[in-house]
Each structure stands twice: as structure tokens, then as C-alpha cells.
């Protein structure tokens, strides 16, 4: 079962070292695509949807300016 071996990464994520460890998969995008292998419940930005292996859920990131 997976969820045992994400604990390890715990004290790895507390001290931001966690991005050099194999289990991690980490790249920089404008955008991605999920489609999961089954149903999935997913959180974007505090609500919880289900997506289905039928579903593509895709990303885009936010160019925002902040002015002072």
C-alpha cells in the first residue's frame, strides 16, 4: 500500500528537500492534463470534486500581477 511510504517524505517536505527524493516527480508547467485510472475525488481551490477515467481534468496557472 502506498500511503505508509508518503510518510517518509513527511521530514523531507518539513525541510524543503523533498523534490531530490525518487518518489517525487516534480517539473514546472503552464499546464497539465490528469486522467486518472479510476474515480478520483479531487480538491481545486477548497472544493472537492470526482472525476472518472473517462474525465480530463486540465491545469492552467494564473499570470497575476500584484501592484502596490
Known sequence: HPLPRIFTLIP???KAT???DPKVFHTIASQFTIQP?????VQIDGETYTI??????TIT????????
Do not use: C, G, M
Open 12 to 14: 523531507k517536505l518539513l
Open 18 to 20: 523533498h523534490l531530490s
Open 37 to 41: 485510472q479510476s474515480t478520483q475525488p
Open 52 to 57: 472518472t477515467k473517462d474525465d480530463f481534468l
Open 61 to 68: 496557472t494564473e499570470k497575476r500581477t500584484i501592484f502596490y
